[in-house]
């Protein structure tokens, strides 16, 4: 129950009278409100604030819950759905010494030996950045390519406060981050002739670089030739040279 009372004796004649008995009715059902969990009532000079107490009653994955002395606190658990594969991630706890930010860190490898990670990371100043590692993807006539790519995606989860001993989450469901190589690789775009104005030419292949970040294409760069066979000097019709 409330710490103030709404007046329920209003008195009056002829048409406002059932205005009056309204606001009495009113009154009385206000002054006996009471609420019992999930609900919380709040009373304060302004009035009765009623809200949902989504700590205790909504269960999230990512969610972030407190110790008995709240100077500790738990982000739950969650998972990192790839395209293909279901990573979780466990919950972990930390003390509650300052405001902190909660970030989700994601790093897949190109190699398929290595398995993914994804952590946790606390701060207050810098956010984690994002980042990756290109593997330079090599012609078939070269050794066997070592896969030493990477990616790293960066997830603001949940903001937490040490003067309210409060949070506020951001993701409350699974995190879809798809996969993919992170890789440079040369392609080839145009195949061509190149007259060199004396009866001579060559022909060349046109290439250029692309970068793939997590399997999605980042970067093109500028065009470059490469000489594939030079030709001589065209021949006449009786099958020497032209003069």
């Known amino acids: 129950m409330h710490s103030f009372w709404l007046k329920d004796w209003w008195s009056g004649k002829g048409p406002l009278r059932s205005i009056t008995l309204w606001m009495n009715k009113t009154a009385r059902w206000c002054n006996n409100f009471t609420v019992e969990a999930p609900l919380v009532a709040d009373p304060n000079t302004d009035g009765l604030r009623i809200w949902l107490d989504v700590e205790n009653v909504l269960d999230h994955l990512w969610k972030v819950t407190f110790n008995a002395d709240r100077d500790e606190f738990t982000v739950g658990a969650g998972w990192v759905y790839d395209g293909s594969t279901q990573h979780q991630k466990a919950a972990e706890t930390f003390p509650l010494t300052t405001d902190t930010d909660v970030w989700l860190v994601v790093k897949y490898y190109n190699n398929p030996s290595t398995s993914s990670e994804l952590t946790f990371v606390t701060n207050t100043a810098d956010e984690p950045e994002e980042d990756y590692q290109t593997d330079e993807v090599i012609g078939s006539e070269a050794a066997s390519l070592t896969w030493s790519g990477w990616v790293q995606y960066v997830y603001r989860i949940a903001t937490v406060s040490k003067a309210e001993k409060a949070a506020i989450n951001y993701h409350l469901e ?24 004396d009866g001579t030419g060559k022909f060349v292949r046109t290439y250029v670089s692309e970068v793939y970040v997590g399997g999605v294409l980042r970067s093109v760069s500028n065009p470059w030739d490469t000489d594939l066979l030079d030709t001589g000097p065209c021949p006449d019709e009786t099958g020497g040279e032209e003069a």
Do not use: S
């Not at 699974?174 to 104005?197: A, F, K, S």
């Open 174 to 197: 699974p995190i879809n981050q798809l996969g993919g190589l992170t890789v440079v690789r040369q392609v080839m775009t145009n195949l061509r002739y190149v007259n060199n104005g």
